[in-house]
């Protein structure tokens, strides 16, 4: 995989973790929502799982977004920087 997919990748997982603690969601309850192991979720959000669109819609519809708005993370490339380092 080439690395400006893998950097798209973890961008949307980014995004699908902001949008998540924006709603004051703990991980271990999109995991229930979704039917998975919160592990399996946390992969998720790490950008380690590629997922399948039925589940990039399953979470939208969780987090009560459009599934377009987890596919917009080139909205603010300094904001997704600054999730992936964990740094403020």
């Known amino acids: ?3 400006k ?3 798209k990748i973890k961008a949307i997982a980014a995004v699908i973790r902001k949008k998540r603690e924006q709603k004051n969601y703990t991980q271990e309850y999109l995991a229930y929502k979704l039917d ?4 399996a979720y946390s992969k998720i959000e790490l ?4 997922i399948t669109v039925e589940r990039l ?3 939208a519809d969780v987090l009560e977004v459009n599934p377009t708005e ?3 993370a080139d909205q603010d ?4 920087k600054l999730l992936r ?3 403020d």
């Open 36 to 39: 998975i192991s919160q592990n």
């Open 85 to 87: 380092t964990g740094t």
């Open 70 to 72: 987890l596919l917009d």
């Open 5 to 7: 997919i893998a950097s």
């Open 47 to 50: 950008g380690y799982t590629k």
């Open 77 to 80: 490339e300094a904001e997704f």
């Open 1 to 3: 995989m080439s690395n």
């Open 57 to 59: 819609f399953q979470i």
